[in-house]
């Protein structure tokens, strides 16, 4: 299995619910990545997990709560988002558990979320 | 922090040329340079990646070319065809990752 996945492809949700994005990866990738992307724009970092242990946070909203329940799942919760957290959020993985470390990062299809 | 700068943002050119996309990067400690091909609703895929320790790599009609004194990285796409067309994002990694802004290639027929 060479793909990362992610769930849902779409979501739609109000700026009181709770929700949360699904990420999977079977190729034993130690390092995986959350990115936000808006439209015609590049991919923004957002949280790197190592070893299933958070290593990097971008200063990003705590309205955005990653977890990392084991080596191949990676969830972003969501609470209380802006409609301006609109965007395309993208999974990342790469194999060695170093992020960043030269090694390929393998992307997921994405949910695109609207926040009304 | 790395700060990247990716020109053109739009590149249009006939089927067959060759096509060059420049990036600069502000951190001389940055060590890794990836560049990702992106179709319209599709996700990031890398499609070649050069390591500071390296001038040039090649892979068929992809190539990348790195200035260290420079700070700045080329990619070359050489006999474009349609299925090219798409946005390219460089990156340039030390400790995280920084894209580009991208840029947007068309390949007419």
């Known amino acids: 299995d060479t793909e990362v996945t992610q769930t849902p492809k779409h979501l739609v949700m109000g700026m009181t619910n709770k929700k949360s994005l699904k990420c999977e990866q079977h190729m034993g990738h130690r390092a995986m990545y959350w990115y936000k992307q808006k439209a015609k724009k590049p991919p923004e970092l957002m949280f790197v997990y190592s070893y299933e242990k958070l290593s990097i946070n971008e200063s990003v909203p705590s309205r955005f709560s990653p977890e990392c329940p084991n080596s191949s799942l990676l969830n972003l919760h969501l609470h209380a988002l802006q409609p301006e957290d609109s965007a395309l959020y993208l999974c990342a993985s790469s194999q060695d558990g170093t992020p960043f470390s030269f090694s390929e990062q393998y992307f997921g299809p994405g949910t695109r979320l609207t926040v009304t | ?109």
Request: aromatic fraction near 8%; include cysteine; proline fraction near 5%.
């Open chain 2, 1 to 109: 922090g790395e700060n990247v700068e990716q020109h053109p943002s739009t590149l249009s050119v006939q089927e067959g040329d060759s096509a060059v996309i420049k990036c600069t990067y502000s951190d001389s400690a940055s060590n890794y340079f990836p560049w990702y091909k992106q179709e319209l609703g599709k996700r990031p895929q890398l499609i070649i990646d050069i390591r500071s320790n390296v001038g040039e790599k090649k892979d068929q009609r992809i190539a990348v070319t790195l200035n260290k004194t420079a700070k700045h990285f080329s990619l070359h796409i050489t006999e474009t065809q349609p299925e090219d067309s798409a946005v390219y994002f460089c990156a340039a990694s030390r400790n995280d990752m920084r894209f580009g802004a991208g840029t947007r290639l068309t390949v007419k027929p």
